[in-house]
């Protein structure tokens, strides 16, 4: 496995100074008041519950809609847009008072929030934020700063040498491209050459681990896999020690329960942790103070915390 030089370097705020803080895996649900008279209803909107990331957020906001009294009607899209646009159309129907949204991709994405606009329902967008069409308020990680500081950790640890392959997520959403933005940041001026690289369709480990055994085949000198999220990269660490490729360095993003274990037992260099827990809760109280008519930034983006080996602990044990 990748030995990583002896460094630690976090971007963003410490553990002690995020707001809000609780250990991933509870499993939550919206809640109401006896009567259920009275009580606000936010649909949320989700691309899949296969990815711990959209798993952590919905956990984080229907735990927060609970203690708030809130109702939360919930839709899956199993990846399938077309399927998501039909379900923001019955949360219109159901006469939600808000509507969470992460887009299950960048077609159609801007439907619903038109969709949502047009009926007078005030919607949040997390993680990826449709082109032409943004949210009344959209949450995520800045994932350009994040990524920036992954790439510096990269040229850090490699000397600023070697061949790159990356693992992208799906092309066009706003993760991929400002993971894409920030990563060439940090690793501009060194001599690391990117030698392939190639997108998935759905963030998934089972693509990481197709992609990356079939670049590594075209490029056996690859000495560095870039998973843009953790179950790619997972999914690359697992090739590459299939292919007897151990000394490859393998970096993810996202801060995933299994991407923090395989950080800490050396099967990634290095990820980025989100703050899940933080999000999922900002988005239902923006939500609701949409509903109430107070002013919220368009933009709400999160430090995102590059995590090794000398810091994964923190965020095993607590997960911001």
């Not at 809609?65 to 199993?78: I, L, P, Y």
């Not at 949210?135 to 700063?145: E, H, Q, R």
């Not at 079939?214 to 999220?229: E, K, N, V, W, Y």
């Not at 949409?290 to 995102?304: K, R």
Request: negative net charge; charged residues 20%; aromatic residues 4%.
């Amino acid at each position: 496995m990748f030995r990583p030089r002896n460094s630690l370097k976090r971007l963003g705020v410490g553990l002690a100074a995020l707001t809000v803080a609780v250990t991933l895996g509870g499993c939550a649900t919206g809640g109401a008041d006896d009567s259920g008279e009275g009580t606000l209803k936010v649909g949320l909107a989700v691309p899949n519950q296969q990815s711990p990331f959209f798993v952590a957020i919905r956990q984080s906001l229907e735990a927060e809609a609970k203690a708030e009294g809130v109702d939360v009607v919930f839709a899956d899209a199993k990846n399938d847009s077309d399927a998501q646009v039909s379900q923001i159309q019955d949360f219109i129907t159901q006469g939600v008072d808000a509507i969470v949204y992460i887009p299950a991709g960048a077609t159609a994405a801007t439907v619903p929030v038109r969709s949502a606009k047009e009926a007078g329902i005030p919607i949040v967008t997390v993680d990826r934020n449709p082109d032409g069409a943004p949210g009344d308020t959209f949450i995520a990680t800045d994932s350009v700063s994040a990524a920036e500081a992954l790439g510096e950790w990269v040229v850090e640890q490699t000397g600023g040498q070697g061949e790159l392959g990356i693992i992208q997520g799906q092309v066009g959403t706003t993760p991929e491209q400002a993971r894409d933005e920030g990563f060439q940041e940090g690793i501009a001026g060194s001599d690391i050459v990117e030698v392939a690289r190639q997108a998935s369709t759905a963030w998934l480990q089972d693509e990481g681990y197709d992609i990356a055994s079939d670049m590594l085949q075209a490029h056996p000198d690859i000495t560095i896999l870039f998973g843009r999220a953790d179950g790619l990269a997972l999914g690359a660490a697992q090739a590459a020690q299939n292919a007897g490729l151990e000394e490859i360095l393998v970096v993810g993003f996202d801060g995933d329960p299994s991407g923090l274990q395989a950080v800490a037992d050396g099967e990634l260099g290095a990820t980025i942790t989100q703050q899940t827990t933080l999000m999922g809760a900002l988005a239902l109280d923006s939500a609701v103070k949409l509903i109430a008519g107070e002013e919220v930034p368009a933009e709400q983006l999160q430090d995102g915390i590059l995590t090794t080996k000398d810091n994964v602990q923190d965020f095993i044990t607590t997960h911001p």
